[in-house]
């Protein structure tokens, strides 16, 4: 068996990303005769078509999907191999794009961008938020740290931490409205909650061994985190936060932690990376700082990040 043509493997991977040939030749700067030539001969040595015309684009056929995969692999070891050869003579340089969420608290993810960039300060970071899910084609990251678990298989997973939550309002609301005393008073109160919790239908608290749940009349529901904890700073109500969320507050005291011996779900924290991409070293870099920066955090009281 003949070694496979890389460089048709690749002209593939551009046609194929570009959905069309006229797009493809503009981008490779080939005329498009000699990409449609060179696209039969490459079809031909693998034995059956790779693209097929659908509504105004060319997309891949079951053949060509799986051979995409393998370009997608082989294009990003190559990549890797060139940033590593340029960081070795030069140090780590380069952008990271990073996919975080919400919940971690603008506060500390400044903290820890902050730190990582004085550590690199050739090292661009091209941050974005998400709710908790993140497509990686759409959003065109590197890395995404999620809190809750995500469908697909083809990903390499590390765990960083587990955020504790619990029931916070602030004081202007409970001088208000009383402190309630017991989680049954909950049921008198404005309670607040995102569209993730509300499809819960109830708040499970758990102390030691003792489980409730406690299903209060909602009184606002919000799209996302952040939202929720501006109303409950605002004094809109009682929300459940996660306690990294809310260190700041606490300290200032613009919340208060109700039942602190009543802890909701935790969440986990997850840095993922798409299974068909090489870890590029600078990927890596970041990961293992992130890690070490989330041990030695206090905001994060939950416990430490395992591997």
Known sequence: MSALDLNALMLFQAIAKAGSLTRAAAETHLSIPTISRRLAAFEQEIGGPLLERTSRRLSPTPLGHGMLEHAQRISAEAKAAQEFAVEIRTGLRGSLRLSVPSEFGQAWLGRAAAAFMVAHPDVVLEIQTN???????????????????????????????????????????????????????????????????????????????????????????????????????????????????????LRSGRVVR???????????????????????????????????????????TSGRPES
């Not at 497509?135 to 990251?141: S, T, V």
Request: proline share 5%; net charge positive; with cysteine.
């Open 131 to 249: 709710d908790g899910s993140v497509d990686f084609a759409r959003d065109g990251c590197e890395i995404a740290i999620v809190l809750r678990e995500l469908p697909s298989t083809r990903m390499v997973r590390k765990r960083l931490t587990s955020l504790g939550r619990g029931l916070f309002a602030s004081p202007a609301y409970l001088r208000q409205h009383g402190t309630p005393q017991s989680l049954e008073d909950l049921l008198n109160h404005r309670c607040l909650v995102t569209d993730l919790q509300r499809d819960n239908r109830v708040w499970s608290l758990s102390q030691r061994r003792r489980q409730r749940d406690v299903e209060p009349k909602w009184h606002a529901i919000v799209a996302n985190i952040g939202l929720l904890r501006e109303l409950v700073v605002g004094g809109a109500g009682i929300g459940m936060l996660n306690d990294a969320l809310c260190q700041s507050d």
């Open 258 to 300: 109700l039942f602190p011996e009543w802890h909701g779900p935790p969440l986990t924290a997850t840095a993922v990376i798409p299974g068909h991409r090489s870890i590029s070293r600078r990927s890596r870099i970041f990961l293992d700082f992130i890690y070490r920066f989330v041990a030695r955090s206090s905001d994060f």
